[in-house]
């Protein structure tokens, strides 16, 4: 399903990308997408793909049947190029899960689909955004500070294989 059909909230989304961002961002004319549960095995296995530990097929259904969450994704010629999983629980947004992929990367994707959920954030009245993410993951660090974000905490042993989480929050200005 386009975004531009789904409740108003797509055209506009990427509006602030405009004024700033990555330097390759545009290079990968990609499509944004809101994912159903019809995009499974697509998501799956982008996340396979991504990461150590990745989500279960469980996982994933969960949140597709789950009323609070939104699945955005960016696809080019029906592929799956990433993903993006939040809750949108005004006044807060979380966001749980974020994937491009590896032959993708440095090209805006990500920046891409994060502006995409502050807008439709903030147009549902969020104020602040929250994640965690792994203090040895350089990247998303990199790129949730370049955003904005700012630490807010860390979580002792958050993640399965023992590691601790730093939390970090964006707070959403009109
Ligand atoms: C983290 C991740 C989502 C970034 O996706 P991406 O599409 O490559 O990121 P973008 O191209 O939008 O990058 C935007 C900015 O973030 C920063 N950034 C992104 N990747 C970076 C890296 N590897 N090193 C340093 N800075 C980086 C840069 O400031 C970049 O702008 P620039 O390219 O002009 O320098 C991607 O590397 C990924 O999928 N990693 C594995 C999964 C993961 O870690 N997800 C996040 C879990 S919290």
Redesign the pocket.
Known sequence: MSLAGDSGWGGRAEAAEDRF?????GQVKARLLRLTEADLPEVLALERL??SQPWTEGNFQGEFRRQITLALGLKRGGRLL?HCFFWLLPPEIH?L??????E?????????L?TAMESIGRRAGARNIF????PS????L???R?RGFQVAGRRPGYYGDGEDAVLMTLELIE
Not at 97 to 102: E, G, I, W
Not at 131 to 134: F, N
Not at 137 to 140: D, G, K, P, T, Y
């Open positions: 961002g990555p330097r390759n961002a991504v990461y990433a966001l899960n974020l994937a491009v992929r590896p993708c990367r440095r090209l805006g994707l990500a920046w891409r994060v994640l965690e993410v792994r993951n350089r990247a998303a990199s790129l949730y370049s």
